[in-house]
């Protein structure tokens, strides 16, 4: 028996061909996928990309681009490609993203476009093949395309990226590493458990081979970081590659730079640091120069500020690798301040040389690239962060007395500083305590900053903090964030506070379950409003929502008045930070004047219409009763942690 072959297809729509038209709902078999196409004749689009980008998204520029996660089952592909098309989709006022993009997950591409799909490997290449070509078509409108697929087969990947070169458009490899182990004990569709009775066949990492990229343009350690800081990795990789501008970024949160290299490249590091020529001395207790113990200021790497009439200095790629446009709230400076002969050791042919040596107590611990020397114009730095260029004045002193230069420049730094004083365990970096938090589940964050010892009035107003959080939110979390560089010598040592610290928790004035203990490892340079920003803007990078700010923060006495009168205006410090550029996101408290209500015997908000009724108890009267062995009134702070006070004083007036 002859057949005929069946008439060519017309190239009419689907809409208007008889077939649809007499047999609207008439279902027939799908052909095979590996049938190939004929007759067929790429068409050219009209509209190009740049015009697409000039109206999709937020932000000039074309950004279509594929973003491929691949690894094991379990790993967070998907739990971090959903959390970064949040990240990067986000628009307001104050959270200025925009960035179109869709995240294409394995699960669901296997709904519709691959349902007819299995896991053979075969079938695997095909599935890999459709979404590629779907995400190439993402990618070519301006999206920014998140594909989450194990994509066990290196060949397949690779494919998946030529289709893209081939159209010109950016194909980023992400490779979610997570060790097997790590993925089973997660096991969040119990598809490991399964493998493991031989209930499923061909689960890559059991019976069925996962082959990891060799190249991989990112490497993601989903096995010990969390989501966040890969989400991190990824924004910071994104603004590198031009993908994500780094002024819609910082309205998002700003930058943290992981400063401490990974562990993979850290014997290269320590090698070179042992070869190299140049060195200079860090001194972290003074200088507001120490990224290196806890990263909170990491995104200070590298800043460089270019005014009208000078040079820009860029980068290999010829753009400034730091960007400073928008808002950017940085009110105090982050230098590490050097001598003339140390400029004159680092200085080569009138240029800084390629790679400087920065050391700790005579141990290397970082280096410091594409070095630049600025003059310390110490005089102008006191008078625009003090107010004040009086001498008397201890921030003041030590700029004065510091070096004539400034040394800037990109920072690699080998491993976190251990300072072996007991206290390491409560020093955290961002990402750290944004974990600790998580773990928490805390949906606010709110931070006390304080340099001085806690007692029942703090305690209070912390506690109505949380409980006007919890009108809106279900767990909100105190990071208790004590100062922890210099101070003056007549504070209370750290070491002290943060043993009345605890003491304050374990007595429940502040509830452990939510109150996490860390150090802030900041100086104290007692600057008043300007400092207060800092304050704030720092605890922004450890995810912090909420900031308690107080009377007169960061205030000193004025050295050049006789009757000890504030240098600051006392409310300045709160109504500054409540208007800061680039802090609008931040949820401002003012602090509540506490004192110790007589009638009640406690520490109460001060009330001005009794006002005989309130007892300020200051420092200076705290520190008299602690040494002479006289205790506060009862429900002034709570016992032990008074006790912990007493005796530090005791101590010193023994010696």
């Known amino acids: 028996m002859h057949h005929m072959a069946p008439p060519p297809l017309s190239p009419v729509s689907e809409n208007a061909h008889p077939f649809f038209e007499s047999n609207p709902r008439k279902r027939f078999r799908m052909p095979s996928y590996s049938t190939g196409s004929t007759n067929v004749t790429m068409q050219e689009h009209t509209v190009g990309r740049d015009q697409r980008a000039d109206v999709i998204g937020r932000h000039e520029g074309f950004r279509g681009c594929t973003i491929w996660f691949t690894g094991l089952s379990g790993a967070g592909k998907t739990t971090v490609s959903f959390a970064l098309e949040k990240a990067l989709t986000q628009?307001?006022?104050?959270?200025?993203?925009?960035?179109?993009?869709?995240?294409?997950?394995?699960?669901?591409?296997?709904?519709?476009?691959?349902?007819?799909?299995?896991?053979?490997?075969?079938d695997r290449a095909e599935n890999i093949r459709r979404v590629a070509e779907v995400a190439k078509l993402f990618a070519d409108a301006g999206m920014v395309t998140l594909a989450s697929f194990i994509s066990p087969f290196r060949v397949d990947r690779d494919s998946a990226r030529e289709i893209h070169k081939t159209s010109g458009l950016p194909f980023f490899e992400v490779y979610v590493d997570a060790p097997l182990e790590v993925c089973e004990s997660r096991d969040p569709k119990d598809l490991y458990k399964k493998a493991r009775k031989g209930q499923v066949q061909g689960m890559t990492g059991i019976d069925s081979a996962y082959e990891p990229p060799v190249a991989a343009d990112l490497?993601?350690?989903?096995?010990?970081?969390?989501?966040?800081?890969?989400?991190?990795?990824?924004?910071?990789?994104?603004?590198?590659?031009?993908?994500?501008?780094?002024?819609?970024?910082?309205?998002?949160?700003?930058l943290v730079r992981q400063l401490i290299?990974?562990?993979?490249?850290?014997?290269?590091?320590?090698?070179?640091?042992?070869?190299?020529?140049?060195?200079?001395?860090?001194?972290?207790?003074f200088e507001i120069s120490n990224?290196?113990?806890?990263?909170?200021?990491?995104?200070?790497?590298?800043?460089?500020?270019?005014?009208?009439g000078e040079e820009e200095v860029e980068d290999e790629e010829g753009e400034d690798s730091f960007p400073m446009d928008g808002p950017l709230n940085q009110s105090v400076p982050i230098v590490l301040t050097i001598t003339s002969q140390e400029k004159e050791q680092v200085m080569r042919n009138g240029h800084t040389v390629p790679a400087i040596a920065l050391s700790y107590e005579g141990k290397r611990i970082a280096i410091l690239r594409k070095g630049e020397i600025f003059e310390h114009r110490r005089k102008e730095r006191a008078a625009r962060q003090f107010g004040s260029i009086d001498e008397r004045h201890p921030g003041v002193a030590q700029v004065m007395n510091s070096g004539e230069f400034c040394l800037g420049g990109d920072i690699e730094v080998v491993d976190r500083i251990s300072f072996n004083d007991g206290l390491d365990k409560f020093r955290f970096t961002p990402m750290e305590l944004r974990r600790i938090l998580a773990e928490k589940k805390a949906d606010a964050i709110f931070?006390?900053?304080?340099?001085?010892?806690?007692?029942?009035?703090?305690?209070?107003?912390?506690?109505?903090?949380?409980?006007?959080?919890?009108?809106?939110?279900?767990?909100?979390i105190l990071l208790l964030h004590p100062l922890g560089g210099w101070t003056k010598d007549d504070d209370v040592p750290l070491k002290v506070r943060i043993r009345q610290h605890e003491a304050v928790i374990d007595e429940g004035l502040l509830g452990a379950e939510w109150t996490v203990l860390s150090i802030f490892p900041s100086p104290m340079m007692y600057a008043g409003p300007t400092e207060v920003q800092w304050h704030a803007r720092a605890r922004l990078a450890a995810g912090v929502h909420t900031y308690i700010v107080g009377r007169d923060p960061a205030g000193i006495a004025d050295p050049a008045s006789e009757s000890g009168d504030a240098l600051y205006e006392v409310t300045h410090g709160a109504k500054v930070l409540s208007m800061a550029p680039g802090l609008s996101h931040l949820n401002v408290v003012p602090f509540r004047v506490a004192a110790y209500d007589k009638k009640v015997g406690q520490m109460a908000m001060f009330d001005p219409?009794?006002?005989?009724?309130?007892?300020?108890?200051?420092?200076?009267?705290?520190?008299?009763?602690?040494?002479?062995?006289?205790?506060?009134?009862?429900?002034?702070?709570?016992?032990?942690?008074?006790?912990?006070?007493?005796?530090?004083?005791?101590?010193?007036?023994?010696?």
């Not at 669901?108 to 799909?117: A, F, W, Y």
């Not at 640091?273 to 200079?280: N, Q, T």
């Not at 990224?291 to 009208?308: A, K, L, T, V, Y």
């Open 609 to 655: 219409s009794r006002k005989e009724d309130f007892d300020f108890i200051s420092g200076t009267k705290m520190r008299g009763l602690a040494r002479n062995g006289q205790t506060p009134p009862d429900g002034f702070m709570a016992p032990k942690a008074w006790e912990i006070l007493a005796a530090h004083y005791r101590e010193i007036a023994n010696q």
């Open 291 to 308: 990224p290196f113990g806890s990263n909170i200021w990491s995104n200070c790497n590298g800043s460089r500020c270019i005014f009208p």
């Open 447 to 476: 931070v006390f900053q304080l340099r001085n010892p806690i007692h029942n009035g703090h305690a209070l107003l912390m506690r109505e903090t949380r409980a006007k959080l919890l009108e809106t939110y279900r767990n909100p």
């Open 91 to 122: 628009y307001s006022r104050r959270l200025q993203m925009g960035i179109p993009c869709y995240g294409l997950d394995g699960d669901n591409v296997r709904h519709g476009l691959c349902k007819n799909l299995g896991f053979s490997k075969d």
């Open 261 to 285: 290299v990974s562990p993979s490249i850290r014997s290269t590091l320590e090698e070179e640091l042992r070869g190299i020529e140049y060195e200079v001395e860090l001194d972290l207790g």
């Open 219 to 254: 490497v993601l350690h989903s096995g010990k970081d969390s989501a966040e800081e890969c989400v991190n990795n990824v924004l910071e990789f994104l603004v590198r590659e031009g993908v994500v501008p780094m002024k819609a970024l910082s309205s998002l949160a700003p």
